[in-house]
């Protein structure tokens, strides 16, 4: 059973800054592609950032520049660190891997708002 856990969503002002993580028990993300997607009301879930295996990293057109993926292997972790936020990137947003099939977290919510 993958069990991913999600921390670190909240409130932040435009502008500001949020680090979002992702942890496992029961499986190791260096070896799976593994995603951030976010879900704003209304609207259908879309890829924020991902990476491959390799280290390789992907970014949606609406966050490049902003948003950086990025894992510490050590502590089997996956991060988005969130930068120069902007109301609109208020969303649920969630881990995702791929271990054959594919496994999401609970997600976390993100609002940004003055």
């Known amino acids: 059973q993958v069990q991913l856990v999600e921390s670190g969503g909240g409130l932040a002002q435009p502008g500001g800054s949020l680090k979002l993580s992702c942890t496992s028990s029961?499986?190791?993300?260096?070896?799976?592609?593994a995603a951030w997607y976010r879900q704003a009301p209304g609207k259908q879930r879309e890829l924020v950032a991902g990476?491959?295996?390799?280290?390789?990293?992907r970014y949606g057109d609406s966050v490049k520049g902003r948003f950086t993926i990025s894992r510490d292997i050590g502590k089997n972790t996956v991060y988005l660190q969130m930068n120069g936020l902007k109301s609109e990137d208020t969303a649920v947003y969630y881990c995702?891997?791929?271990?054959?099939?594919?496994?999401w977290g609970q997600g976390t919510q993100v609002t940004v708002s003055s």
């Open positions: 995702w891997i791929k271990v054959g099939y594919e496994y």
């Open positions: 990476m491959a295996p390799s280290g390789d990293t």
């Open positions: 029961t499986i190791i993300f260096q070896r799976y592609p």
